[in-house]
C-alpha cells in the first residue's frame, strides 16, 4: 500500500502564501498519477490539481495560475504552491496517489486510489 503525509497548511491572510507537500512511501512504484483535491465545510471535495503519468499538469478552472502543482521524483513528494490565497481557498486539502487509467478521471477522486489526511488551509480577509 502507499502511504501519504501531508504537511505546509496553516493560517495566512488573503494575497499570502503557502506551499503545501505530500510525502509517499510504502509501495510507490505503480503510482502513475497524483493530485490534489479540497474540502469546505458544507461543500463537496473538489478537484485541485493532478499531475498524470506523463508529469502534464492540470488545473481546475478556479486556480487562475495561483497554484503550481510539482513533483519531486527523488523524493517522493508532490507539492502545491499557492499564491494570492483567497477567503475562499480555505479548506482542508488532500493529496491522492492513483494508477494508470483514463485521462478524463485524473480530476476525479474515483481515478485515485490512496488519500492523505488532509491539511487545514485557513485564508484570513
Known amino acids: 500500500q502507499v502511504q501519504l503525509v501531508e504537511s505546509g497548511g496553516g493560517l495566512v491572510q488573503a494575497g499570502g502564501s503557502l506551499r503545501l507537500s505530500c510525502a509517499a512511501s510504502g509501495r510507490t512504484f505503480g503510482s502513475a498519477r497524483m493530485g490534489w483535491f479540497r474540502q469546505a465545510p458544507g461543500k463537496e471535495r473538489e478537484f485541485v490539481a493532478a499531475l498524470s503519468w506523463s508529469g502534464t499538469p492540470y488545473y481546475a478552472d478556479f486556480v487562475k495560475g495561483r497554484l503550481t502543482i510539482s513533483r519531486d521524483n527523488t523524493k517522493n513528494t508532490v507539492y502545491l504552491q499557492m499564491n494570492s490565497l483567497k477567503p475562499e481557498d480555505t479548506a482542508v486539502y488532500y493529496c491522492?496517489?492513483?494508477?494508470?487509467?483514463?485521462?478524463?478521471?485524473?480530476?476525479?477522486?474515483?481515478?485515485?486510489?490512496?488519500w492523505g489526511q488532509g491539511t487545514q488551509v485557513t485564508v484570513s480577509a
Open positions: 491522492a496517489s492513483g494508477p494508470l487509467g483514463p485521462l478524463d478521471r485524473l480530476a476525479r477522486a474515483s481515478g485515485y486510489d490512496y
